[in-house]
């Protein structure tokens, strides 16, 4: 069995962060050949869903970096690797001496996304609460009300460059940590951060998947330093024309841009679609 793993932002999804036309027909026409594919993802599991909701994803998804597999079929975890409230804490602590704001991701046991955080100390940090608070299916509190025994699946932030570095200096002491940064979609001058436990990656997630579902050869699609560990495992991998440097550098070869279809375009060549 051959399994076709995607990332989806700056991959799968064009600039507008969705499925364009030509790649939801070339999904059909993947399921249509037999061909498995999945997703695995920076996002938590509802924002991908709503994104992925209809096209064909049938096989389990990797959301979260790694943190959580989740089987649509059977609407439950598979797998998942949470924070601890003394290691989230710690990042807590960091982003506070960084003059950030911490938005704490968690998910109950009903698998209920929520969303806490202290008060928010810049624009950009209020437009990022905004964006959450558009989704009506992430509830957002303060983190005063986060509960003791929370299930914290990653912790983000949003900031100028240095403040964000500072961050990812901060929290290097911690063994259980890992963090991703890259350039901020919403303003080039900011930086995003994602950190989350580090028995959590995607690569560590698509071996136990491929293990589950009796994969014999993997092929990775990604464009940004969380990729890098499926990379790693992949039989093939390949990255969009827009991706990083040490992305392109470690792919079997660069394909298209996103914005332009770049991974459907290759699939077809790659299966005579």
Same mark, same amino acid.
């Given at each position: ?5 995607? /990332?989806? /932002? ?62 649509? !079929? ?18 807590? !602590? ?13 998910? /109950? ?84 951060? /994602? ?79």
């Amino acid at each position: 069995m051959e399994l076709v793993v995607f /990332d989806l /932002d700056g991959t799968l999804l064009n600039g507008a962060s969705r499925i364009s036309p030509y790649t939801r027909e070339t999904l059909q026409l993947l399921s249509r050949g037999g061909i498995a594919f999945t997703v695995a993802t920076g996002r938590n599991l509802h924002s991908a869903q709503e994104i992925i909701r209809g096209h064909g994803f049938g096989l389990p998804h990797i959301y979260t970096n790694g943190v959580l597999v989740w089987d649509p !079929r059977a609407e439950a975890l598979s797998l998942a690797s949470f924070l601890t409230v003394p290691e989230a804490g710690h990042v807590i !602590r960091a982003a506070d001496r960084a003059d950030l704001t911490p938005f704490v991701h968690s998910m /109950d046991r009903s698998q209920r996304h929520s969303i806490f955080h202290p008060p928010v100390r810049h624009r950009a940090e209020e437009k990022l609460l905004n964006a959450f608070r558009s989704r009506t299916a992430t509830p957002v509190y303060p983190l005063a009300e986060m509960p003791t025994n929370a299930r914290i699946t990653n912790i983000n932030m949003l900031g100028e460059p240095a403040a964000v570095d500072q961050v990812r200096r901060d929290i290097r002491d911690e063994a259980h940590l890992v963090a991703y940064t890259g350039m901020a979609m919403e303003n080039s001058e900011l930086k995003w951060i /994602d950190i989350h436990h580090s028995d959590a990656s995607k690569g560590n997630a698509v071996t136990a998947l491929s293990e589950i579902l009796g994969v014999t050869r993997t092929l990775c699609f990604g464009d940004n330093d969380n990729d890098l560990s499926m990379f790693a495992i992949a039989d093939e991998c390949y990255a969009p024309e827009n991706a990083s440097a040490e992305i392109r550098t470690a792919a079997t070869a660069v394909i298209g841009h996103h914005d332009h279809d770049g991974v459907a375009r290759f699939l077809r060549q790659r299966f005579g679609l």
